[in-house]
Nanobody, 115 residues
Framework: QVQLAESGGGLVQAGGSLRLSCTTS????????MSWHRQAPGKQRELVAL???????TYADSVKGRFTISRDNAKNTVYLQMNSLKPEDTAVYYC?????????WGQGTQVTVSS
């Protein structure tokens, strides 16, 4: 059974930092592309950051220079370090694993940034 479990969300003031974690089981983590997505109320879910199995990273323009995605294959975990948070970063953050046509989502963790 595949499970993706996000943690690390919470309430933070603008300018603050949070580190999200997504621990996985039931997949061969090292060969999966891992990504973080977010969905704000009334908006579509959007890609925030992605890291390939080889460690190549991609970021949404809105988070470049502020967020960092990383992975620890030994711990089957992907991270999202979020610095200089803004109120517009408020959303539910989801992690996703993908290998070819198989993809799985976590349940999400709420991030709220107050002004």
């Amino acid at each position: 059974q595949v499970q993706l479990a996000e943690s690390g969300g919470g309430l933070v003031q603008a300018g603050g930092s949070l580190r999200l974690s997504c621990t996985t089981s039931g997949i061969i983590f090292s060969i999966n592309v891992m990504s973080w997505h977010r969905q704000a109320p009334g908006k579509q879910r959007e890609l925030v950051a992605l890291i390939s199995s080889g460690g190549t990273t991609t970021y949404a323009d809105s988070v470049k220079g502020r967020f960092t995605i990383s992975r620890d294959n030994a711990k089957n975990t992907v991270y999202l370090q979020m610095n200089s948070l803004k109120p517009e970063d408020t959303a539910v953050y989801y992690c996703k694993s993908r290998k070819r046509w198989d993809e799985y989502w976590g349940q999400g963790t709420q991030v709220t940034v107050s002004s």
